[in-house]
């Protein structure tokens, strides 16, 4: 139950910043705002700023007195009853009057592209955020080449792989284990574990790991591997810890972070489009919105912080996806925008909704069919959440 209230919250926070950045880019622009909503109607409640006061608004309507700019009702902000985002609802973004000065389709291109892209950049600058926080308050990584102003805390061995064959394989160590001591002794590097395993590699070695938090405890013996000239243990060790940076250090790494994602779904994305041409299958793993739950309620369990980092990647998925030029989409729009601008007139909106009607379904059968991929992944491990839940 926590794993689903926490994908609801994420969610709602992701889309919520989105439209944010289209509502206040619209209004800097001139436009009329008729509604920005926090989750999706029915309404459950809102307010709207009449005259210098606030007043409530229920149900479906709103005031019915204008303000003082051009005869348009103020901008009603409400909450709602479904809570998975956030909407804006813009005057004349769906083909409305162009000879009102505050619709959106009145406004010159270059304004209607920087509204569009302001929900891109808002997801874009949360994901800095977040990564800014996880990095102020200490993020575990790899210590390799740290930046000057790094501190660390918790430093220790971690073993990142496991040769198949090799004696701790063969023992039960696992690839994410800890070394925390070996026959009792400590070791604050892995020159120290290293040297210590070479120096006895003649008998049992009682090596003692944390895994997820539990301690465990293995013997094993060093034996010949391919391609060491000395008996070892068959495991890739690396230093890890908990590091932390000054805030402004901390920018900059959220900075990096971001760019790093960005890069990897990339990746990602051309080794789809690859596998789907070259190898007509799907090569990369894609989850939708009942993967990213499973994912969600596995991340809760492994703390704030990376929790922190999971929305920080989600914000920036997001924004990347919203940008490609697909119609219904962000990009979809701006795409439409460029052609209208190449060509100097518009393609009509009567063709313009189609297609962005055309591309919602094909953005709703698309769901459908990764919603069925993940209840198929992952419906024994929700069925098991679901039975512990309600006390089967």
């Known amino acids: 139950m926590l794993a689903i209230l926490v994908f609801i919250l994420i969610l709602g926070l992701l889309v919520f910043v989105h439209e944010a950045g289209h509502c206040i880019a619209a209004k800097r622009a001139g436009m009329g705002v008729e509604e920005f909503g926090f989750g999706f109607p029915p309404r459950l409640i809102g307010v709207q700023r009449v005259s210098g006061k606030w007043r409530m608004v229920r149900g479906g309507g709103s005031s019915r007195k204008p303000s003082t700019i051009n005869h348009q009702p103020p901008t009603i902000y409400s909450l709602n009853w479904i809570p998975l985002g956030g909407f804006v609802r813009i005057t004349g973004e769906s083909g409305g009057d ?56 918790d430093r220790r061995t971690s073993i990142i792989g496991v040769l ?32 210590y395993i070479g120096a006895h590699a003649d008998q049992d070695l009682r090596i003692t790991v944390d895994r997820n938090g539990q301690s465990r405890e293995f013997t094993l013996r060093p034996a010949p591997l391919p391609g060491v000239e000395r008996p070892g243990i068959g495991v890739q060790l690396v230093e890890v810890g908990t590091v932390r940076f000054p805030l402004h250090l901390a920018a900059w790494q959220g900075v990096r972070a971001t760019g790093f994602v960005i890069a990897e779904i990339l990746r990602a994305l051309g080794g789809l489009v690859r596998g789907l041409v070259v190898e007509r299958a799907v090569t990369v793993d894609v989850v939708g919105p009942v993967g990213i739950a499973v994912m969600t309620g596995q991340v809760v369990s492994l703390g704030f912080v990376h929790l922190l980092q999971f929305t920080a990647v989600l914000s920036a998925n997001l924004a990347l996806l919203n940008v490609f030029p697909f119609p219904a989409l962000d990009g979809g729009r701006l795409f439409i925008l460029l052609i209208e601008a190449i060509r100097r007139r518009s393609i009509g909106k009567r063709i313009e909704n189609a297609i962005h009607a055309a591309g919602f379904a094909l953005l709703l059968l698309l769901v459908v069919a990764v919603t069925y991929h993940d209840i198929a992944q992952f419906g024994g491990s929700i069925m098991s959440s679901l039975r512990s839940t309600v006390g089967f």
């Open 98 to 153: 162009a000879d009102d000065p505050r619709s959106f389709a009145a406004k010159p291109r270059w304004q209607r592209a920087i509204v569009l892209v302001a929900g891109v950049a808002m997801n874009l600058v949360l994901a800095i955020v977040l990564f800014t926080a996880v990095y102020s308050l200490g993020a575990p990584q790899v210590i390799d080449d740290l930046p000057p102003g790094a501190t660390i805390r």
């Open 164 to 195: 198949r064959d090799g004696p701790a394989a063969g023992a039960g160590v696992q690839s994410g284990d800890a070394i925390t001591a070996i026959d009792g002794e400590s070791f604050t590097d892995i020159r120290g574990v290293q040297q």
